[in-house]
C-alpha cells in the first residue's frame, strides 16, 4: 500500500467542531441527570426496603468495598490514560492523558450510547495539535481494539459460564428471552463491526473503503454517506500507520484496554459485597456478576439515552437479582452509577472549562511568537 495514494483532503473535515462542541456544554449533564437520577429515585419508592440496609453491622467493612468499587473505576481511567499515551507514541503526559479522558467520558456520558464520543476524541486530539493522520490511527484504533476486546470477553464467558451470564435463571439457551435476543443480537451486531473494521486496519484496507464507498450509495444511508465516505478514506490512512508499529504496541494497547474493560466491571462484585449482608461469593460467581456487567453493557448499547441514563439504572436490579435482594438494588444502582457515570458528569463540568482556556492560551501564545 502505497500513502501516496491516500487522498489530499482535510483528514478531520468530517469532525466538524460544531458537532463536537454540542457535546461539551456544561448544560448537557442536566437532562442525563434528571433522567438517571429520576429512575432510581422511582425504583426507590418502590423497593427500598431499610431493614435489608439494618442488617450490615458492619460499616468498616461498607466502606471499605465501596472505595474498592471507587479504585477501580481509578484504575480504569489509569488503563485509558495509559493507552491514550501509547497509541499517540506517547504525544501527551500521564497528566495530560488524564485529563483527556475525563472530557472523552464526559462527551460519552452526555451522548447516547448507540452514538459514544468519537467525534469529540477526533476534537480533543485536534485541538492539541496532534497530526491528523495520528488523530485518526488513534480514534479508530481506539473503537476498535474495545470492540473487539468485549466481543471476545464475552465469547469467551459464555463458553466457561453458559447462558446464566446474560440473566438470573437462564440455564438453557432455550429459555432465551427478550434480554438475552437483544444481548445476542447487539453481539452480534458488534462482532460483524469489529471484523470489519479489524480486516480492514490490518489486513486489507483497500477492500473495506470499497464496501464503505460501496454502501454510501445506498438511499437509506443517505444522511450518513458523507461520514461512510470519509470512514472509508481514514481507514487507510490508518492502516498506514499501525503497518508500521511493532508488536509492543498492540501488547500494551491490548493489556490497556482489557484492564480498563476488567476493572471496570470488578466495581459492581465490590459493591455487592458492600451492601449485601452475609454473601462470600465463589470465584465462579464472581465471574458471573462480571460477565452480567459486560452483558447489561452490550444491552444498554442501543440506548437512546444520554449515557444510558434511566436504562442502566432500571436493568441493574433484574441483572444481578440472584445475588441483591430486591429492597436494596436501587439503592446499590445508585452508589454504582455516582462513582462511574455522574463522577464524569462532575469531573468534566470542572476540567473542560480549564481545557478551552489552557488551549485558548496556548494558541494565543503561538500566535504572538509568528508575529
Not at 438475552?180 to 480492514?200: E, H, K, N, P, R
Not at 490490518?202 to 438511499?219: D, M, T
Not at 436493568?315 to 463522577?343: E, N, Q, T
Request: aromatic share 14%; proline share 4%.
Amino acid at each position: 500500500m502505497n500513502p501516496k495514494e491516500i487522498p489530499h483532503q482535510p483528514l478531520t473535515h468530517h469532525h466538524d467542531d460544531k458537532s463536537a462542541l454540542k457535546y461539551l456544554k456544561v448544560s448537557k449533564v442536566i437532562l442525563p441527570s434528571i433522567i438517571g437520577l429520576g429512575v432510581v429515585l422511582w425504583l426507590m419508592s418502590r423497593q427500598l426496603d431499610i431493614n435489608e440496609l439494618s442488617k450490615l453491622k458492619n460499616s468498616g467493612h461498607t466502606i471499605f468495598w465501596v472505595l474498592m468499587a471507587m479504585v477501580m473505576y481509578f484504575l480504569r481511567h489509569l488503563f485509558y490514560s495509559w493507552r491514550l499515551r501509547v497509541i499517540t507514541d506517547y504525544a501527551f503526559s500521564w497528566w495530560k492523558s488524564m485529563q483527556l479522558i475525563v472530557i472523552w467520558e464526559f462527551s460519552t456520558a452526555v451522548s447516547p450510547t448507540s452514538v459514544g464520543g468519537s467525534a469529540v476524541a477526533f476534537f480533543l486530539l485536534a485541538k492539541e495539535k496532534l497530526p491528523g493522520a495520528k488523530t485518526i490511527t488513534a480514534v479508530l484504533y481506539s473503537m476498535v481494539i474495545d470492540t473487539i476486546f468485549l466481543v471476545m470477553a464475552l465469547i469467551f464467558l459464555y463458553i466457561a459460564i453458559g447462558p446464566v451470564m446474560i440473566r438470573p435463571g437462564m440455564e438453557k439457551f432455550s429459555e432465551i428471552d427478550g434480554f438475552g435476543i437483544t444481548f445476542l443480537t447487539v453481539l452480534a451486531f458488534m462482532f460483524t463491526y469489529g471484523s470489519i473494521f479489524f480486516y480492514g486496519l490490518f489486513i486489507n484496507p483497500r477492500a473495506i473503503k470499497r464496501l464503505l464507498l460501496f454502501v454510501s450509495r445506498f438511499p437509506l444511508l443517505k444522511r450518513f454517506r458523507e461520514e461512510l465516505r470519509s470512514t472509508a478514506f481514514d481507514v487507510v490512512t490508518s492502516a498506514v500507520k499501525i503497518k508500521e508499529k511493532p508488536l509492543s504496541f498492540h501488547i500494551k494497547a491490548f493489556i490497556a484496554t482489557a484492564g480498563a474493560w476488567t476493572v471496570r466491571f470488578l466495581a459492581i462484585n465490590c459493591l455487592i459485597l458492600a451492601f449485601v449482608s452475609g454473601i462470600s461469593p465463589e470465584i465462579f460467581d464472581h465471574f458471573i456478576i462480571l460477565s452480567r456487567g459486560m452483558a447489561m453493557h452490550t444491552i444498554e448499547a442501543f440506548s437512546p439515552t444520554p449515557g444510558a441514563s434511566g436504562v442502566a439504572e432500571y436493568l441493574f436490579g433484574g441483572f444481578f437479582s440472584d445475588y441483591i435482594p430486591k429492597g436494596i438494588s436501587s439503592l446499590i444502582a445508585l452508589v454504582w452509577r455516582l462513582i462511574g457515570y455522574y463522577s464524569y458528569l462532575i469531573a468534566g463540568v470542572i476540567i473542560i472549562p480549564m481545557w478551552f482556556r489552557q488551549v485558548s492560551l496556548k494558541n494565543r501564545v503561538k500566535k504572538g511568537s509568528e508575529k
